[in-house]
């Protein structure tokens, strides 16, 4: 076992969020990223997901502590669970440890020892020598990692894209991939979310174009929508409202933090006069206004959300207005951002988002920049990371095209192990991994079962039958009765639900008393008697309760 | 009344789908399509929803008919659901009808008088001379329409684009759209779906350069998605399916039905010893096999949903099979399409879709398109419809920048008449209208309270409190016990469960003999309480039912 390097990912691996990689050798392990996931359409009523680890619980005296590549969520949104469990100091730069310093204290976890960062830092870890390497983002201050072990150096890119322009002129550091090209890499893990898309991704700056199109054409306020972590392109904003004599008022509780946060860093740079606050708006002239605020997915409870039905204290659309999405619309999520389009719209705003303007670019690399970076690093081995099965297959692709031998390329599940030894690297074995549900103040309560439950009861509601039973004699003493909810409307069906009563009853009659006086036979029976007819006469298939009160 | 024209979207205005217009002159009324909607992310549980069409009813002896557009089921999939209320003659193409006899079939309505027109017939049906024309859209034989009515003529373009190059050569009839431009147009109605879109919508025959493509570089088995209405998407794979001497093998009960009412009718052709059976394909080597099929959407009981998932009982995929989805992923379809794809990623199988290459085009007009069809027709009045409130936003500003008045631009909403007479056009009057749910055989039966429940269910799942109360003493002679579903995973949660019957107990015990006495007071405290119990220490909102058995 000792001189086999693993490399584990819990998580990102099989999904678009979720990352989570593990990297030991011998008795040390560290370990990068912590993220989470939102929620997909079958998981009701989860608020969302974390990985799995027990196999970090089950090894925590050999953990030397947790490095984070940025600050999203989808990768740092499981650290405050991570940390409850065990603790661990957590390596950063500035901005990402500021934006997690938040969460944390939301936690109780303010004594979790943050370690503060620069690219091209280096930090021993055990047997671990990590490097730290700007890369550029849609958000500031992310970094890769250069992984020292003592079977070779082990490069993950995190979340990148090639900028060649980016908004605070930090290029991506070029040199030390290319260095680590030089140097021999032994394994790449690189960022897969856009290898299904060919070319090259914008440049964040091109955004600023279509800020300075729609500014130099609004005739009232301007409200943009972007995500709170997103400092660039709220920088932009700023700039272009500068540009335009405008003022410029964060609207919501996560971006006025964030920017908060990237200001106090030097991340962010408002002059005093131009950020104003949300009481100040009715001073302003509606042509000086910019509001910058969140919901871009239409998340419900958003200030764009609100704003949008009329249900926001301050802002109330009116004719003339200018709403940006400067965002994705995140698969799963278009219709509720169609419908806030449509809110807006109705109420005499002028609309633009990603599909009828350039008011996004995405922050990960396309099918060119992976290439490039491929061809940087050189690595012998090769783990597309950060996609769900499609992603990861349309990027080892792109390798195979760049004469990586295919045996030498890895696409893990999670909690798939790649071990390299001396004899070369090879991906049998398994640790335990897998999700957790989180919703509302429960972690892992909800499982399968659970969730199966609330798509039986999403989809047809669900029937209770009432039934009074008096034990000694078996003789029915009330019901059988039934109530429903989710399954039709009473009222208006009142006849549905007097047959169903009439044929339970019927039902019951016809059983012997020996039957009757057991309850979890009579339960059956009165189960499936409605199942079958509900199936027959409507098709549908509503969860069925029988409920026996024995007297 | 009597020389006012009224035209009445019932839907199709505020959504995509749903479409149905009626136009009505005195005593006469005529209605154009009848289509259904699928449902949107919070209609849980339902089928499909049809437009309500109760203010047909209230004047069903005035309808001279109905006349359907096209094919498509956002254009007739409400049509059983009022004939089976209204009997009236349904006028359409071969095609058209040919794949609503089907439907009809199904809801023993095969008495329905159809009547089979062609593009350039006129149909007198009261004052109203109706004349078909042909556009290009995916499916073959659609028509658009020119109503002469007493106040002048409506054109109706139906679903369109501009397609050069039509798969069956047949070229929208632009010399009739432009004959009505000088005739005189009094009303345009036009599809706004694509509005949103810049440019123009490529021709359908681009896809078989995809085809070509994909089919050149296949070594094994080749498996197409396709939308089982889409005729000429089905011709192009069979003719690059022959070019490369291959045999087509149809799988999937709407797709052989509907290509088989292609092939009667002259719409489809496919010599003989090409078009093979299910069970044929083991007698085939795997490079001559092109299986045409559904469930491009991800829809969980599709043919490629189960191939897909290794439950389809004849085909299983394998390593070099290539699976081509050449269909749009509608929004809120894209993840159920994204899993359909990993599974067959991970099955070995190659998997081309709409992200990764030229393997679908739209059937919908773009900007230039619209822009086209309004300098044809050149109306005095113009109503965009099919689409959502931000479709016919962007559809309208086009009309602007053509110069149409914006006082003679027209966004309606279900229900909105608009009546013109001589004093012009005016948008004052509304008739009822809605949306119908349908959920299983169900019709109407399922009503917003329903849907609210279901989400609610959904959510959180339900507690169910269970008491039994002595009635002349009041006495607690059982409970309050707990059942639970949705809501937390109960062996893994027994402390919450103990902790919640405990808390109802001391309620209960807290509560005067009075209020035990009146349940319905009664089973609200304990709705309250649990309510708050749960808020407070999980922040979960389940349904809760107490029900109290009274002995």
């Not at 764009?304 to 698969?331: C, N, Q, W, Y």
Request: one cysteine or more; glycine letters at 8%; a negative charge.
């Amino acid at each position: 076992m000792e001189n086999i390097l693993s490399v584990i990912p819990l998580g990102g691996v099989e999904e678009i969020g979720l990352n989570m990689t593990v990297l030991q050798y011998g008795d040390d392990i560290i370990v990068v990223d912590a993220g989470l996931m939102f929620p997909e359409e079958d998981m009701l009523g989860v608020d969302f997901v974390i990985p799995a680890f027990s196999y970090l619980l089950a090894n925590r005296e050999k953990i030397k502590g947790i490095i984070l590549t940025h600050g999203h969520e989808d990768h740092t949104g499981a650290l405050p669970f991570l940390l409850k469990e065990i603790n661990m100091p957590v390596y950063g730069t500035a901005l990402t440890l500021g934006l997690v310093k938040e969460k944390l204290c939301e936690h109780n976890l303010e004594k979790t020892e943050l370690i503060s960062v620069r690219p091209r830092d280096r930090v021993k870890l055990g047997v671990f020598d990590v490097e730290f390497v700007r890369v550029t983002h849609s958000i500031v201050d992310g970094v890769g990692l250069g992984i020292r072990t003592p079977r070779g150096l082990v490069v993950h890119t995190g979340d990148f894209k090639l900028d060649p322009t980016p908004v605070d002129g930090q290029l991506m550091d070029f040199h030390k991939f290319s260095e680590y090209g030089e140097e021999g890499t032994l394994l790449l893990l690189s960022d897969s979310t856009n290898a299904e898309n060919g070319g090259f991704t914008y440049s964040e700056k091109e955004v600023r174009r279509a800020f300075v199109d729609i500014f130099s054409q609004a005739k009232g306020r301007i409200i943009i929508a972007i995500f709170a972590s997103h400092i660039h392109r709220i920088q932009q904003a700023i700039d272009v409202a500068m540009q335009y004599q405008k003022k410029v008022i964060l609207c919501g509780k996560s971006i006025v933090s964030n920017a908060q946060i990237a200001l106090d860093l030097g991340y962010l740079s408002i002059p005093k006069n131009t950020w104003l606050r949300l009481e100040d708006l009715k001073k302003l002239r509606d042509d000086e206004v910019v509001i910058i605020t969140t919901g871009s997915q239409g998340e419900p409870m958003s200030v764009l959300s609100r704003i949008a039905t009329d249900e926001h204290k301050f802002i109330k659309i009116k004719e003339g207005d200018t709403v940006i999405l400067s965002a994705k619309m995140i698969p799963g999520n278009e219709r509720s951002v169609g419908r806030i389009i449509n809110h807006l719209f109705r109420r005499g705003a002028d609309v633009v988002y990603e599909k009828v303007s350039e008011v996004h670019v995405s922050g990960h690399a396309s099918k060119e920049e992976l290439k490039l970076m491929l061809n940087l690093v050189r690595p012998k081995y090769f783990m597309p990371v950060h996609g769900e099965y499609r992603h990861l297959v349309y990027h080892s692709l792109l390798a195979k095209k760049l004469d990586i031998p295919k045996e030498n390329i890895f696409i893990m599940k999670n909690g798939n192990v790649l071990e390299i030894s001396d004899n070369g690297a090879s991906m049998n074995a398994r640790v335990p991994s897998g999700r957790i549900f989180i919703d509302g103040k429960g972690i892992g309560d909800v499982e399968e079962m659970v969730l199966r439950d609330r798509m039986r009861l999403a989809h047809d509601g669900i029937v209770l039958i009432l039934l009074g039973i008096e034990k000694l004699t078996g003789n029915i003493v009330s019901g059988p009765d039934i109530i429903s909810r989710g399954f039709v409307f009473e009222d208006a069906s009142q006849e549905v639900i007097n047959n169903v009563r009439g044929l339970l009853a019927d039902t019951i009659k016809g059983l012997d008393r020996e039957l009757i006086s057991d309850s979890s036979l009579l339960k059956a029976k009165m189960r499936n008697t409605l199942k079958k007819y509900l199936r027959n006469t409507m098709d549908r298939r509503p969860m069925i309760m029988p409920i026996i009160f024995e007297v």
